[in-house]
Each structure stands twice: as C-alpha cells, then as structure tokens.
C-alpha cells in the first residue's frame, strides 16, 4: 500500500499549576491592565481579544473570550499552541504530519506518543511564562501549586484528521476515514462526509474535519467543549477526594475543607460555563452544546451535585453523632456538679448548724434559736449525704424528662 501524507491535529487538556483567586472578576479593567503587561509577550504570553466597545456589536464574532490568555513558541515548537482557562486546566493545540500505510491503529498510538513528547519538551517554557505572571508586582490574581510544576499531567489526547475535498477523493483516505470514525457515538458520519453531506465529525475522540481554516470556529468549539468537560470532570475528582475523606478519614476537618473547595470551584465553574455561553456566536454555540450533549455533559454535572450530597450527608451524619456525643458528655457533666454541689450543701449545713448549737453566742442577734439548724443537726451524716444522693437522682430523672418531652 502506498504512504499518504496525513495531517493530523491533536487536542487534549492538562493540568496546569496556575490557579485563580476564587470570584474573580476578569472583565474588570484592573485584571485587563493586570494582563496587558507588555514583558508578558517576551515569554510567548497571547491576550484574548478584549471588547472595548459595547457588546454584541457583531454577531459574526464572539463578544468575549473566556481564555486567561494562550501561550506560543512558533520558533521552538511549531504547530503548538496552548490555551489556559481557569481551573487549573489548559488545552494543547497540536498540528503536525504523518504518514499513513493502512493502519489506523498505529496512526492513532503515533499521533498520541507524539503530542505527549512534544508537551513535555514545551512545558517548561509554559511554566516558565506562569511564574512570570505570578511573581509579578501587581499580581493579586495568579498563585501556583507546586505539585503540577515538574510535568504535565495529561487526561487525554483526542486526535482530529483534517483533510481537504481533494483528499477525500482518494481511495485510501477514504478508507482511513471510515476506519477512524469506525468506534465512534456516529460511525455512519464517515459516508456522509465521503459523500459531502457534511464537513466534520466531532464526536469521541476521533474527529475529522474538511477544509479546516486558520481560525476555525469548529475546532475552537472543541477547545472550549474539552476545558469545560475537563474542569469539569476535575471539580468531580476533588469531589470523590471528599468523600474519601468523609467516609475512610478519622478527621472529619479534612472532608470538610476538601468539600468546600470543590463545591465552590464546581459551582463557580457552572455559573462561568452559562455566563460564556452568551458571548459566543450562534453557530459556535450550537456547536459546543451538540458536542457536550454527546459526552453527556449533563450527567457529568449532575454527579457532581450528587457527590456534593452524598458528602455533605456523611458530613452532617458524623457531625450529628458528635453532637450526640457532645450532649452525653454535657449530661454526665452536669449530673457530676450538681452531685457535688448538693453534697457540698449538705456538707455546709451540717457545719453550719452544728457550729451554731454548738456555740450559742454565734447567734446572738437572733432572739431565739434557729428550729431549722438544730433539726439539721440532729441529722445523723450518713442520712444526710444519702438525703443528698437521692435528691440529686430525683434532679437528673427530672432533668431526662424534661429533656424528652
């Protein structure tokens, strides 16, 4: 068989250390200027395009990019480039050529070994342009976590064939393209785009697409589809972190903490998910949400209320017990001091009273001796502790019922 040409582009999301503050503001004009640093472009940092005029003036174009920014080397790393959004995600962007024999498989392991050695080999440099950002004087944006700081850590690397109608005319090509899609959520997309029904497929993992452009909003409807399937799937995975914490951990702090992070950083990221949606265009929109809709976004979110429930339940569960705890403790220290308390009264009056029959003149105020005090002191003292004993039985089943009623 003969070696065809093929080019191919890769997209796929990774960890990044730089964070967010969290609630942050991006359209206001102190973070703009914040970015505008002109030293920024010295380390390969791209601005999104900024609205300086009123919104929706055109609805040929997006009113708003929801990139930090997008970071390039063309000189040392061609064909590269990486969008950052918040999250800690940023996706990789990677054209390059290979050649194909027939084996699809093949096409796909190589495509994939390749995007992995060459983010390894930029990655530093990407760091590089982070911690210019963070290490910034006016910097009250930016922190980083050190533990995504060595090497990337990639979820996963879709592989995207762009041809041209010319290509599909070719026997072989066509046959690529029907075994690419073959394993996809719509394999029957590869006779349509051999037939020029349609221009693209964009559904798991293995894409095509026809007579690509520089620009093309099809495939930056896909970046936006992976950063928000990824940040989403990250918020997910610090999720069941909490959860671990909250059933296997002894120190319910832990899940706590783990918890409020990750339901923020997921609630925040579905507000920004909804408020982004407005800025893009009609077309890219639909776009994005058909492709969503495939990968059952929904359900996505939807697990990450149901982790946010099923840890906030353990939490309010063991929390509940250490009240109940709380409250056993609380009881037993009030049984102890009112025991003491009524002892230490009985042990009083005894004193007192016998000390006052004992020594008249301690007394001699009154006109007549106190009928009370010579009673108490006739009081044999084991009669009178167990007097003392009782009673305070008698206060804690008093004090039971009370409390169940």
């Not at 392991?109 to 963070?134: D, G, R």
């Not at 589809?225 to 990824?230: F, I, K, M, N, S």
């Not at 840890?311 to 063991?318: K, Y």
Request: glycine content about 2%; hydrophobic content about 40%; some cysteine.
């Amino acid at each position: 068989m003969s070696i065809t040409v093929v080019n191919i582009r890769t997209l796929f999301p990774i960890h990044i250390p730089l964070t967010v503050m969290p609630g942050l503001n991006r359209k206001s004009e102190r973070f703009k200027q914040y970015l505008c640093n002109p030293d920024n472009q010295h380390y390969g940092i791209i601005l999104p395009g900024q609205n300086k005029g009123q919104e929706y003036q055109t609805i040929s174009a997006d009113s708003w990019d929801n990139r930090l920014f997008s970071w390039q080397n063309a000189a040392q790393h061609p064909g590269l480039k990486i969008h950052v959004f918040p999250n800690n995600i940023a996706i990789v962007e990677l054209d390059f050529a290979l050649d194909y024999q027939g084996e699809h498989e093949q096409l796909e392991t190589i495509a994939q070994q390749k995007s992995q050695s060459i983010i390894e080999q930029a990655y530093p440099e990407l760091i590089a342009a982070m911690i210019h950002l963070e290490q910034a004087d006016n910097n009250q944006y930016f922190k980083l976590k050190p533990e995504w700081m060595q090497e990337p850590s990639v979820f996963w690397v879709s592989r995207c064939i762009l041809l041209s109608q010319q290509d599909l005319a070719d026997r072989q090509q066509q046959d690529l393209v029907k075994q690419w899609l073959l394993h996809t959520f719509r394999p029957e997309d590869a006779e349509d785009i051999i037939s020029g029904e349609i221009q693209h497929s964009l559904t798991w993992l293995n894409y095509v697409l026809v007579d690509p452009t520089p620009d093309d909003p099809r495939l930056d409807a896909m970046v936006l589809a992976q950063y928000y399937y990824a940040a989403q799937e990250y918020c997910n995975q610090g999720l069941s972190h909490a959860i671990d914490n909250a059933y296997n951990q002894s120190r319910i702090s832990d899940a706590q903490k783990q918890l409020s992070e990750s339901r923020v950083t997921c609630r925040l990221h579905q507000i920004d998910y909804y408020e982004h949606i407005k800025y893009i265009t009609r077309s890219k929109r639909l776009l994005l949400e058909s492709i969503l809709e495939c990968w059952d976004y929904d359900n996505l979110k939807d697990n990450g209320q149901r982790m946010i429930d099923v840890c906030s339940s353990r939490i309010e569960e063991v929390e509940n017990k250490q009240r109940e705890r709380s409250s056993v403790m609380t009881d037993l220290l009030l049984v102890a001091l009112s025991f003491f308390t009524v002892f230490e009264l009985s042990l009083y009056l005894m004193e007192l009273s016998r000390e006052m029959v004992s020594r008249p003149a301690l007394s001699y105020t009154d006109a007549d001796s106190s009928f009370f005090l010579e009673w108490i002191a006739k009081i044999d003292t084991d009669i009178m502790f167990g007097t003392g004993f009782m009673l305070t039985m008698i206060l804690v089943f008093v004090y039971k019922f009370m409390k169940s009623r």
